[in-house]
């Protein structure tokens, strides 16, 4: 199973093909777009969340509801798109028009954006070439694929769910859904207003998220992905880039603004002893081989345990401020204050929803390549057969 996106900000739309999903598969729009949505919503979003309501359209790969095992393509029309077309359209300049006429062009990068080192590595003078491509915008069609993942492992009794773990050092006490299932945390942060599973906690996040905006500031976090139901032995030791802690590892390094990954107890093994890291073994004949903690986050060398796979998240605070940093024009080389493209104090609880389905498209493409059925009636035998095997074993 492979994907691939395309699309640009302000362009016309947003575009992805998914290749390698099982035929038979019950797929429809609805389960996308209920997905969109809950990228658009959480306190601390800002103006363009009421500009675009993101809406999909099938195109190719389904029929009558169900995945034909070719591929699909998803599409997301921007609406913003109308005010755009002179500024992002894909025909020449008229003769009569210069380069340095363009409306809306930028030569001044964003400090912490990909605006200065993306206009080095590609020889553009005109930096919106970088950032309409490297805005989290992009993060649409990484959810749109990962509701398609979802569905997959959801067939195949694999569940997982995203929270907000914590907002400019407000934390969540495990203890308050300690014990809970992922549709249990899942039913339970579905109307939080910052998708966070401490009704407590929740409250200081709102607040300070209020305050942060009113100060022209940003706020990061940590989302926490937890996966259930999956399989051990999913991944590999046999060599570095098929295990699995490294590919969901890079998975969520690959949304936009994270800068740290952990699993389990994560960095907090550093400071304790081995005895009080790692997860002892034990069996019996309901549940075969378990363990007794899962401190070590559902993965043990590369490959996962049957356990809960816990894996978190760190985003810093989006960089675009209202209260703007300085930086350099690259064609004066004068100094000035950044500009401001557009800015949401605080996006944490949308990359939740960005990271549960960037974790479950990691997660189908790892069940896809342990798994080599074309249908989904086979894809589900297969399963049922390696978890009797491992079950017995």
């Not at 062009?105 to 590595?121: E, Y």
């Not at 500031?217 to 880039?241: H, K, W």
């Not at 699995?244 to 890079?250: P, Q, T």
């Not at 929803?353 to 009636?377: G, L």
Request: proline share 5%.
């Amino acid at each position: 199973m492979r994907y691939f996106t395309a699309g640009e900000s302000h362009g016309p739309q947003l575009t992805a093909i998914i290749e390698g999903l099982p035929a038979q598969m019950e797929l429809t729009v609805e389960m996308i777009n209920k997905e969109l949505s809950r990228r658009q919503g959480g306190h601390g979003r800002g103006r363009r969340m009421q500009i675009e309501k993101d809406q999909v359209v099938i195109s190719s790969g389904v029929r009558h509801g169900k995945t034909l095992g070719s591929p699909v393509t998803l599409t997301v029309v921007n609406d913003d798109w109308k005010h755009w077309t002179s500024i992002m359209g894909v025909e020449p300049l008229a003769d009569d028009i210069k380069p340095e006429d363009i409306k809306r062009k930028i030569t001044r990068p964003r400090p912490g954006h990909a605006d200065l080192v993306g206009g080095m590595k590609y020889g553009h003078r005109d930096l919106r070439n970088v950032l309409e491509r490297s805005s989290a915008r992009e993060t649409t069609m990484r959810v749109a694929i990962g509701a398609v993942a979802k569905q997959l492992l959801r067939e195949i009794g694999i569940e997982l769910v995203a929270h907000v773990a914590e907002i400019g050092g407000i934390k969540t006490k495990p203890s308050s859904y300690n014990g809970l299932s992922v549709v249990e945390i899942r039913k339970r942060i579905s109307n939080d207003p910052v998708y966070c599973a401490d009704n407590e906690a929740s409250v200081l996040m709102v607040n300070a998220i209020d305050e942060i905006k009113e100060r022209g500031d940003t706020l990061g976090g940590v989302v926490e992905v937890i996966v259930e139901g999956c399989p051990p032995g999913i991944g590999s030791y046999v060599q570095f880039d098929r295990k699995m802690d490294g590919k969901l590892a890079g998975a969520m390094m690959s949304i936009n603004a994270f800068k740290g990954v952990e699993f389990g107890l994560g960095f907090e093994m550093a400071k304790r002893p081995g005895s009080e890291v790692h997860d002892e073994i034990v069996w019996n004949e309901e549940n075969g081989y378990y363990r007794k903690t899962n401190r070590l986050g559902g993965l043990e060398g590369g490959m996962t345990t049957g356990m809960p796979i816990v894996v978190r998240g760190i985003m810093k605070p989006i960089p675009t401020l209202y209260k703007p940093l300085e930086s350099v024009d690259i064609d004066t080389k004068e100094a000035f204050v950044a500009t401001i493209e557009r800015s949401d104090p605080c996006a944490v609880p949308a990359a939740s929803v960005v990271a549960e389905h960037v974790i479950a498209t990691e997660m189908a493409k790892a069940i896809m390549d342990e798994f080599r059925a074309t249908t989904m009636d086979g894809l589900k035998k297969e399963i049922e057969d390696y978890r009797r095997y491992v079950k017995e074993f």
